[in-house]
């Protein structure tokens, strides 16, 4: 079944809607440029003038260009060296905004019994904190270190990549008691596409072409709760 737009901004394909939410158990969201409007580590790097060349990586990993996310991940930390851990409160804080349609997306989802999971490349800062906003059951991202109050350029852990997304989808399903074709997964970045190829309906919102192309349904304008024109509550 071929990609069709079924109205202005929003693509569908491999299915027929309207599915219903109630059939789905859990729903599994990408943080940065998903949830919420910005990629947190492009930010924390405008404090130390290094943003355009943090942003240039981003951009290329998300899109696809670099297929290996933790080597791109620990390049971009790295150039995070030095920055006051205050600073990521004044980007929470100033520069941080939810995406529009999130709120009622998630609300909608835990209103039809659906299990909420945030799984973030990003840093647990921003990740727990979304979390908390959206009212949403768990969270999992990267832990960014911190010592005398700076960032050493390094993240504690193993790191949140494509494979370990897919993963705590895969968890959450399993304790959840359901197939993986109960679950939701909603990204716009190449290291999403794991965790959006397992699950039963993927959603591409104002993604990259890569991720556009294979998902089943693509956002293209409007916000997050345009996936309930698709799957209805």
Do not use: W
Not at 19 to 25: I, P, Q, S, T, V
Not at 87 to 92: D, F, K, P, R, T
Not at 195 to 220: C, D, F, T, W
């Amino acid at each position: 079944m071929s990609a069709r737009e079924i109205t202005p901004g929003l693509v569908i394909q491999r299915f027929e809607p309207p599915l219903n939410l109630c059939d789905f158990k859990a729903i599994a969201f990408d943080m940065d440029s998903t949830l919420i409007s910005i990629e947190c580590i492009d930010e924390i790097a405008d404090v130390v003038g290094k943003k355009a060349e943090v942003a240039a990586i981003t951009e290329a990993a998300m899109r696809g260009e670099i297929t290996d996310f933790q080597d791109s991940l620990r390049r971009r930390v790295a150039l995070l060296k030095g920055v006051p851990a205050a600073s990521l409160n004044e980007v929470y804080e100033s520069r941080l905004r939810i995406n529009p349609g999130a709120h009622a997306l998630i609300d909608a989802a835990k209103a039809a019994g659906l299990q909420t999971l945030l799984v973030s490349g990003g840093f647990t800062f921003f990740a727990d904190r979304v979390k908390d906003t959206l009212g949403m059951h768990e969270a999992h991202s990267n832990v960014l270190e911190v010592q005398d109050g700076l960032l050493t350029g390094h993240v504690l852990g193993p790191i949140v990549d494509g494979e370990a997304k897919k993963q705590h989808l895969l968890n959450l399903c399993a304790r959840v008691g359901c197939a993986p074709s109960q679950a939701i997964a909603v990204g716009d970045g190449a290291n999403d596409l794991l965790m959006m190829g397992v699950a039963g309906l993927s959603v591409a919102y104002h993604a990259k072409p890569k991720v556009r192309e294979q998902a089943m349904v693509a956002i293209n304008s409007g916000g997050l709760d345009r996936v309930l024109e698709v799957v209805t509550p």
